[in-house]
């Protein structure tokens, strides 16, 4: 498409070039831009519209990649990237060999810190911002340092833990609160109330903003002058009680607005005005998530990541078009039996941290909404809350997705296992989840868990297993996790065997060669064998899904010990301290001496992409293990 301005803006530098009064033209070429952009390679469409005008005018006033950005999540970074030289890569976002999902410094020098994971924008720009000052940067040149957070990433405890620390520390740190009343779903909690609070006392804005205005129209007036206004300002609203308890300025970080943020030539002034303030400080803007594209400001957790749509209808397009009867989504199997679950046993409950449409326990909480507990994106505070709820006797099932779920460690550990607490946790995501790439492949959950005592894993090979799983877990006693990946349930309409606890199935006999699996990758490795069967592969193969981690099912163990001079492993997980661990440590612990070859993720970070193409590369899929299983030596 023709664009008139953004077509010739490669770098913040050409931004600076058009004129003040041009932005909005700007913004409404990068709204049409990544609208066009995002129909038909899918990303997060409804926060990167939202923050479209806070980019521009931040790249405006701001000198970077010497000033810091930092995004938090980096989902609301599109405008960004199109702006800072990635204009013509855009169309690769997210894909296999493409742009990032979200910010990644590897990928460029205007991504100042790695994005993905909630709530670490303040912590990690305010180590930047002193660890700037320490050093004195070039020529004794002090850079700016911006975090940029949504308000659904602050009510994380990391952000406060931040927010403490900025109170406390000499800097300069500027943080941008980007409050639309949003996290994917609606956000709850006093956080947000008190946002609301803030942003509907009107009389009190007005008045502010009365000072405002007149102090930024006074552009004669020097820098000192200014700053005093200012200053004055914002003491003068210590004088209303609503406001002299501003949890920013209680912290002694200056606190401005809230104020439009899709006004964006108010927002170059007033960030011109604050950027040299001496002193931590908070802007808090209002912006609406999905803004300038009605169907993504209509239903804004739909639109937070729609997949494909058609620009001109707004009809998204489905996956499921052709009317085929198609396998449900691992989430959708896990909320259904939740409820199922929750409607026979009172104490259960469900516990998610701000992923209720994505896990999918809004199916609970449309029927039982008092027994549904969304806790915002806090994924400790979940961790540590349902051990508070099991100690009273009740029964979590607490929903995290796996890489989310790195961020409560020691909640699991201490608050959890310590105590052996009955607390469910059905963990989401696991294995590759694809196109959001490294940050949050779900590939560490076996390794990390297994040597938690008293911890229970086990995971599901079919959407009946994953039934039966959380059946069983509601009779067991202690922590349970069930792990299972994203997408549609694989192995649909696979023969039910009756899941017990501790206990693995064998899925085939063999003569040669057994292969232990654990989940759903175990569907691959019987296609795999199947494939080697037509090719009449000499040697016979046994296949048994282990599911279970732990406690290991030791009569499988003993048996294939016996009988096998090697075994095959496969896992979607980080080789080192999953199934292939406990296999070899179970073996050598019992005087088996097997050639165990550990199928599984390497030490290594993986990039983004499809599922697909991402388990091809790392020769998981049926190719990859049939490939592996050719080139075992049998004896
Ligand atoms: C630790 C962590 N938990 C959960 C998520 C999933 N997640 C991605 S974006 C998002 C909502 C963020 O809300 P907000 O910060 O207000 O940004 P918005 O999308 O509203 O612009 C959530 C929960 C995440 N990225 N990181």
Redesign the pocket.
Do not use: C, W
């Given at each position: 498409m023709d664009y008139k301005y953004i077509n010739k803006i490669d770098s913040p530098a050409d931004l600076k070039k058009v004129k003040l009064e041009e932005l909005p033209d700007v913004c409404a070429e990068l709204r049409q831009f990544i609208i066009e952009a995002l129909s038909t390679n899918p990303g997060?469409l409804?926060?990167s519209l939202?923050?479209i005008e806070l980019t521009v005018a931040l790249h405006y006033v701001f000198d970077t990649p010497n000033d810091k950005l930092v995004w938090?999540?980096g989902?609301?970074a599109y405008a960004h990237k199109i702006l800072t030289g990635r204009r013509d890569r855009f169309h690769t976002n997210r894909q296999f060999k493409g742009l990032s999902p979200f910010t990644n410094p590897k990928e460029s020098e205007y991504d100042a810190f790695i994005a993905?994971?909630?709530?670490n924008s303040i912590s990690a720009a305010l180590g930047i911002e002193i660890g700037n000052g320490k050093l004195k940067m070039d020529n004794g040149k002090f850079s700016n340092v911006v975090a940029i957070?949504?308000?659904?990433?602050?009510t994380?405890g990391l952000a406060f833990e931040g927010l403490n620390n900025t109170s406390m520390d000499k800097n300069n740190l500027l943080i941008v609160l980007?409050d639309?009343n949003?996290?994917?779903d609606p956000?709850k909690g006093g956080f947000t109330q008190y946002l609301v609070d803030l942003t509907t006392s009107t009389s009190y804005n007005k008045l502010r903003w009365w000072i405002y205005k007149a102090a930024s129209k006074l552009h004669i007036m020097n820098e000192r002058k200014r700053q005093r206004i200012l200053r004055r300002h914002t003491s003068f609203k210590a004088m209303f009680s609503k406001n002299a308890n501003n949890i920013f300025t209680g912290l002694n970080i200056r606190y401005f607005g809230p104020t439009d943020g899709h006004d964006v030539i108010n927002l170059v002034r007033i960030l011109n005005e604050i950027k040299n303030h001496r002193g931590p400080k908070v802007l808090h803007i209002i912006t609406k998530?999905g803004k300038g594209y009605a169907p993504a400001e209509n239903d804004q957790t739909v639109w937070?990541a729609p997949g494909e749509f058609n620009v001109a209808s707004g009809e998204r397009l489905q996956v499921t078009g052709d009317g085929l009867r198609v396998p449900p989504l691992w989430q959708e199997v896990f909320g259904e039996k939740l409820l199922e679950l929750a409607k026979g046993n009172e104490k259960i409950v469900g516990i998610t941290?701000?992923?209720p449409s994505?896990c999918s326990m809004s199916i609970m909480q449309k029927e039982l909404p008092d027994r549904v507990f969304d806790v915002g994106?806090a994924?400790g505070h979940a961790v540590t809350f349902s051990a508070g709820l099991a100690k009273a006797g009740m029964l979590p099932y607490c929903n995290i997705?796996s890489t989310?779920l790195q961020?409560a460690y020691d909640n699991i550990v201490h608050d959890v296992a310590l105590q052996n607490l009955h607390v469910v946790f059905c963990i989401d995501r696991a294995g590759i989840v694809g196109n959001d790439g490294a940050t949050h492949h779900g590939l560490l959950d076996l390794a990390y868990l297994r040597p938690i005592p008293n911890m229970q894993i086990c995971a599901p090979r079919t959407a009946e297993d994953l039934r039966q799983m959380m059946d069983l877990a509601e009779k067991m006693e202690g922590p349970v996790a069930i792990r299972y990946p994203r997408g549609r349930v694989t192995g649909y309409g696979l023969q039910v065997t009756e899941v017990k606890y501790g206990k693995g199935v064998k899925l085939r006999d063999g003569k040669d060669l057994a292969v232990l699996s654990i989940g759903s990758i175990g569907n691959a490795v019987s296609e795999a064998i199947e494939e080697l069967k037509i090719k009449n592969y000499e040697f016979k193969i046994a296949h048994y899904d282990m599911r279970w981690l732990k406690p290991l099912d030791e009569e499988i163990l003993h048996e294939v010990g016996k009988k096998y001079k090697t075994i095959v492993t496969a896992e979607d997980g980080v080789i080192a301290g999953g199934l292939g661990s406990a296999v070899l440590e179970w073996m050598a612990d019992h005087g088996y001496t097997p050639h165990v070859i550990r199928l599984g993720v390497n030490d290594q970070f993986v990039e983004h992409g499809s599922t697909k193409e991402l388990y091809h590369m790392l020769k998981l899929d049926k190719e990859g293990i049939c490939e592996s299983l050719l080139q075992v030596p049998v004896k």
């Open positions: 997060h409804g926060s939202g923050t938090d999540v989902h609301q993905g994971h909630a709530s957070i949504g308000d659904g990433a602050m994380g980007n639309n949003m996290a994917i956000l998530k937070h941290p701000a992923m994505g994106i994924e997705y989310f961020r």
